[in-house]
């Protein structure tokens, strides 16, 4: 029996139930299940503050050295190779709300994000423009934060307030152009990431820009300490 004032019940109930994994059919099984996630999942040594592959051992990738991103930390949880588009894009763009608890299952069990997400104040989702957030119905990023950390999950105080033109072909320094002052923090309740640690969630990163824009926003407005943390990471700068 469902309480008064619970969230979504009815889609809450729909994560429950048995189903088939979108990776290798089996069933009754989760949507994406632990083999799946076993095996195209692994951990994989990560540039510290851009996620991108490095050897192991190294820290950090070069163009992190030479440019530091707005970013304590950068943690992924895949490579986005296959299976993972087909199953994002089932989540993203085909409305599959069931996707969501078992792809936010896959990024907390990735190493370092369960302490993370303990010792964040905030846990914010990469914010949609407002077209484009009537045009999906929601964000997916609010769907996975939400699940991470539902008590610190905040959709209203990271906001984008301008649409950008396609990142694709754009160099670094031209994409970060692109998205100056794409986006702001809440007028009324900017103060709230004054010295706080924040966690800033999304389901793909590319080449970074728009998570480090978002990040800079929240530097400037007094965050102490900011990690991003992404389903998937494309393996090849761009």
């Not at 070069?62 to 199953?87: K, M, S, T």
């Not at 031209?174 to 924040?198: C, K, T």
């Not at 990040?215 to 389903?231: F, M």
Request: proline share 10%.
């Amino acid at each position: 029996m469902f309480h008064r004032g619970s969230e979504r019940p009815f889609s809450s109930l729909l994560e429950r139930l048995p189903s088939q994994c979108a990776v290798c059919r089996a069933w009754p099984s989760q949507p994406v299940c632990d083999a799946c996630v076993a095996r195209f999942a692994p951990p994989t040594p990560r540039c510290a503050t851009c996620a991108l592959p490095v050897p192991a051992g190294v820290a950090q990738c070069g163009d992190c050295v030479l440019h530091p991103p707005p970013l304590d930390a950068c943690l992924a949880a895949c490579a986005y190779v296959w299976p993972w588009p087909e199953c994002l894009a089932q989540f993203k763009f085909r409305g599959d709300a069931g996707q969501a608890a078992p792809l936010a299952t896959l990024l907390r069990s990735a190493p370092w994000v369960e302490p993370a997400l303990e010792q964040a104040e905030l846990v914010l989702p990469m914010p949609l423009a407002p077209a484009r957030l009537r045009q999906r119905g929601f964000n997916q990023a609010h769907e996975l934060a939400r699940r991470l950390a539902p008590r610190k999950a905040d959709a209203r105080l990271l906001l984008r307030i301008r649409e950008t033109t396609a990142q694709s072909g754009l160099t670094r320094a031209e994409r970060l152009r692109n998205l100056s002052g794409a986006f702001a923090l809440e007028p009324l309740r900017a103060h709230a990431v004054q010295g706080r640690r924040i966690v800033l969630v999304d389901d793909v990163m590319t080449s970074g820009a728009s998570l480090f824009a978002a990040a800079q926003v929240l530097r400037t407005g007094g965050a102490q300490h900011i990690t991003a943390v992404v389903l998937a990471r494309t393996e090849l700068p761009d």
